[in-house]
């Protein structure tokens, strides 16, 4: 397969995405360099992400993916989510672009969070109270979100008031 090269739109033109998945900046002098595509261990996830600089100056880390969808997409990928429709983070051809509004995102994705019910227990062991996620119980109780996240894993913390303690609320699956 031939690797064809496109134009990104909103970069002025001196970036280009091809249908293989690379990024290259084009100088003045139209002489092509590649750039070096990276993980993004951060906020996205383990995602191929490049440094760009925007026409205003700004430079940033963008998503291989988006900005192929950029490239052979022109804008519809503009205030749109870009996702990888096969889910390999890896695999950034145009035709692996998912562009979905944020409606269609959290009926993708939004049962994936991370976050897990948690039950507060009296000394006894009787269920007092169930809460959503550690956020919710810490907000209610006044008590800090690391110590009862460890209380749920049982890490070995210090003893709660009046012999209370939290485990995460896995077997009755309320929240889910």
């Known amino acids: 397969m031939t690797e064809v090269w496109r134009d990104i739109p909103e970069l002025g033109g001196r970036y280009q995405a091809s249908s ?10 139209r002489q092509p360099r590649m750039l070096k595509i990276f993980e993004n261990r951060g906020s996205c996830r383990n995602q191929c992400v490049v440094n760009v600089c ?23 990928a503009t205030g749109k989510n870009v996702v990888h429709r096969n889910g390999l983070h890896h695999d950034n051809t145009p035709g692996n672009v998912l562009i979905l509004d944020n409606t269609a995102m959290g009926r ?39 110590t ?3 209380h749920c ?20 699956g309320l929240w889910n």
């Open 148 to 150: 009862i996240r460890r």
């Open 20 to 29: 293989l998945g690379n990024i290259r900046r084009v100088f003045k002098t």
């Open 153 to 172: 894993e049982r890490l070995g913390t210090k003893p709660l008031p009046d012999g209370m303690t939290f485990r995460w609320d896995d077997e009755r």
């Open 108 to 146: 993708r994705c939004g049962r994936r969070g991370r976050r897990k019910a948690v039950c507060m227990m009296d000394g006894t062991g009787e269920i007092v109270d169930a809460f959503a996620s550690v956020t919710a119980a810490s907000s209610f109780t006044g008590i800090a979100r690391e």
């Open 54 to 76: 925007f026409t205003d100056g700004r430079r940033q880390q963008v998503t291989v993916l988006r900005l192929v969808a950029m490239a052979f997409y022109p804008g519809k």
